[in-house]
């Protein structure tokens, strides 16, 4: 709910786990005067005097030198250069050439549903009583910008949105330097910022540290969202934790150049800010146009990091992820990926396809390899046409084999990128991204193609229109391998080159939202050389994204529970590998967590392996539901517990609760293990399917199971489904 008290000027935004409260203030600055735990008052008296005695702070000279000043009010978007100087979330640099900017409050207009943000990805409402909007005009008065500043509260979910609409509404031209979708101001610090680093086979690694006065935060360059940061920061209270406590998350639903930054001020306050990155960031606006952010995704709850957690998942499940498999359930599939990399032929794919079927499987997924003349990662990408050497008389004779086994057929592509070594490239060797003048940097022997153009991506389109429309596909694996450097367009003017990274991923976008658009029933899985761009814009366009390539089941771990940080397991792309550092009860208990697939040649299991992959299966359909859009508690985090770890899937009726516990490295210490449940319902009773053993939920939530001396092994897991009796 979004009312405006207008005796007060406070505009008071509720979800179910929070109240954020804006206020205009005098000489309609717009404050943000509170973020927190439900609260029914919209007049907050003194709550946000501020001691003003910093550093020279300055005044605004009608208001006086009153105490109040920019330099520690809580800036509800802060702008650059009017005596606010934390990091600013705006900077308009006008015709002049003068950059200092300062937003007033100019009126607001309160709504029922939520606008599109197109061409950009975004969290929607299913419909009007979903969600409700607030838009907050604000004007600068000097450069002529106008700002709307976009507020969208999904109350029953427990999140909001917001980004910003900046209008140059001057006559003469303008530039804008820094955009970001947000800002807040907290007025403490003490808290804890939880980013997630990491690197190819290694993402979404958890990082926490305690705020300290200053900058700190987390940044893209790589025109894609990354490996080794995701954008994606929460603020966890000191003293709160998994279950209890004050947690603040904020997502950007961006998928390329991203900067977060928390600045720790002299009063100790805490702003934060997120966005586009400002590096290598501008864009110009003539007289009467517009420039729209991203959005961001907010989340308080002042029931821990857990449940903060399962907010972004209920509502990335409802209102980010589209189209047919939003519901649907997603085919089980085998790729070829790991089994044959660029060896495979129409023969050995229908083997593995076979084997799959007998193994009850869904749908066979032919990786990287099946165009051009591509044997190694050296060529060809951008020559879209079937490599009929491996598959004699194209892909028709392969598909309808696979289909007749009863399975559905998938295919890869990596649509953004070029091989030096291909026809496209030879044709139009000025379609990758490049800098005029400069040899492009090279990476997994690829450069990246520039689909800002719009004749480029007419023809990436026209190109898989042609294989995606006269074949019987059912899934695209949508693949980006490199990140991008040299960043430049041949077509952009010099006064538009600094725009290139946000119109490429504007490009990807654009690319995105035809093919969905012409293949509904296709499911799309994102990849970014795994989990390199785990993003929420990706979701908006694929409901599950490949992870990572790291398919070591220990090692995935640490992937997995940071991924869910943020991301349900619906979204999570996981796959059983032939890797041997664990059994196969392991490996698939490890992917059961997410998508499920097998990344393996099926013809090399034994006969033993064979029988549990049936198992798996039959799992993989009885927990689909409970998985996917159950509650999941991470009960015991590798990021503290660097020997086990334990977590659960609760339906949403707590009549269903998958446990899972693994021993990464047995601890010879052998402590007892007693592992203790969350989130069921303490009255109901649970018979515990493995055991036959009944128990209460308060039981098994405050005594828990005893797995003492249940596992005596590194990498073993052990996993528990309970029923409601
Ligand atoms: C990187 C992906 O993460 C892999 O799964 C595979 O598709 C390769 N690319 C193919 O080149």
Redesign the pocket.
């Known amino acids: 709910m979004i009312i405006f008290d207008s005796e007060n000027k406070v505009f008071k935004l509720d979800t179910c786990e929070s109240t954020y409260l804006i206020g205009i203030y005098e000489e309609n600055y717009i404050l943000n005067y509170y973020y927190g735990a439900p609260i029914p008052e919209t007049c907050v008296g003194d709550l946000i005097d501020r001691n003003a005695n910093a550093s020279f702070s300055l005044a605004n000279p009608v208001i006086g030198e009153n105490g109040f000043t920019p330099d520690c009010a809580p800036m509800e978007y802060g702008t650059n250069g009017a005596a606010d100087f934390r990091v600013s979330a705006l900077s308009i640099r006008n015709a002049n050439g003068d950059t200092t900017t300062d937003i007033r409050y100019k009126g607001h207009k309160i709504y029922k549903g939520k606008p599109s943000l197109s061409p950009l990805p975004y969290v929607y409402a299913n419909n009007d009583d979903e969600a409700d909007t607030l838009d907050i005009y604000a004007e600068d008065k000097v450069t002529g910008a106008e700002v709307t500043l976009r507020y969208t509260v999904f109350e029953k979910m427990g999140a909001m949105t917001r980004s910003a609409i900046i209008t140059n509404a001057s006559d003469k031209a303008m530039d804008i330097k820094r955009a970001f979708s947000l800002c807040v101001n907290m007025p403490e610090m003490d808290y804890d910022m939880i980013t997630f680093y990491g690197r190819h086979a290694k993402e979404r690694s958890r990082e926490q540290r305690a705020l300290a006065h200053g900058l700190q935060g987390i940044h893209s360059k790589r025109g894609a969202s990354s490996h080794c940061h995701n954008p994606f920061v929460a603020f966890l209270k000191h003293g709160a934790g998994e279950e209890q406590g004050e947690a603040m998350g904020f997502n950007l639903v961006y998928s390329g150049n991203f900067s977060a930054v928390a600045e720790c001020d002299f009063n100790s306050n805490t702003r934060f800010i997120m966005g586009i990155n400002p590096e290598d960031f501008s864009w110009h606006l003539e007289a009467g146009e517009s420039f729209t952010t991203p959005e961001c995704v907010m989340v308080y709850t002042d029931k821990g990091l857990g449940e903060m957690s399962r907010i972004y998942h209920r509502l990335y499940n409802n209102n980010l992820v589209r189209g047919k498999y939003k519901h649907e359930k997603r085919p089980l599939l085998i ?1 070829s ?1 790991e089994a044959a990399y660029f060896d495979f032929d129409t023969d050995k794919l229908v083997s593995f396809a076979e084997r799959a079927k007998e193994a009850g499987m869904d749908m066979l997924v032919m ?2 390899g099946w165009f051009g003349v591509r044997n190694a ?1 050296n060529c060809s990408l951008g020559d879209w046409f079937v490599n009929e050497e491996k598959l004699p008389g194209g892909l028709d004779p392969l598909i309808s084999r696979v289909n007749a086994l009863g399975l559905k057929f998938g295919i ?1 592509y ?1 649509p953004e990128m070029i091989s030096p070594d291909s026809d496209l490239y030879r044709a139009h060797p000025d379609w990758c991204v490049h800098v005029e003048g400069r040899e492009p940097m090279i990476g997994r022997r690829q450069l990246v193609l520039d689909v800002s153009r719009e004749d480029v991506r007419d023809n990436i389109f026209n190109q898989m229109y042609e294989v995606l429309s006269k074949h019987k596909i059912d899934y695209v ?1 949508w ?1 980006f ?1 490199r990140n991008i450097s040299d960043a430049g367009s041949a077509i952009l003017p010099a006064d538009k080159k600094q725009e290139f990274f946000h119109r490429f991923i504007l490009g990807t976008y654009d690319l995105m939202d035809r093919f969905t658009k012409a293949f509904p029933d296709i499911l799309f899985e994102n ?1 970014s ?2 989990g390199g761009r785990f993003d929420p814009g990706m979701l908006y366009y694929s409901p599950q994204i ?1 992870a990572s ?1 790291q398919t070591d089941p220990i090692e995935r771990l640490t992937i997995q529970f940071g991924t869910s940080i943020c991301y349900p397991a619906s979204t999570m792309g996981a796959h059983v590998s032939a890797c041997d550092r664990t059994g196969y009860e392991t490996k698939g208990d490890v992917a059961l967590w997410g998508t499920f697939g097998y990344e393996l040649d099926p013809n090399k299991l034994t006969d033993d392996e064979k029988a549990l992959v049936k198992e798996q299966v039959k799992e993989y359909h009885k927990y689909y539901d409970l998985i996917h859009y159950g509650d999941l508690y991470r009960l015991i985090d590798p990021y503290f517990n660097h020997f086990r770890c334990a977590w659960s899937f609760v339906s949403p009726d707590k009549t269903e609760v998958l446990a899972t516990a693994v021993t990464m490295r047995y601890d010879r210490d052998m402590p007892t293990f007693i592992l203790k449940l969350r989130g069921l319902d303490k009255d109901k009773k649970y018979v515990c399917e493995e055991t036959g053993k009944v128990y209460s939920g308060a039981f098994l939530m405050n005594a828990g199971i005893n797995l003492t001396n249940k596992q005596s092994r590194d990498g073993e897991s052990i996993k528990f489904y309970f029923k409601a009796q």
């Open positions: 790729n990926w990786d990287d990662d890869w990596e694996k693949d391998n990849c050389g795994g490949w390539d």
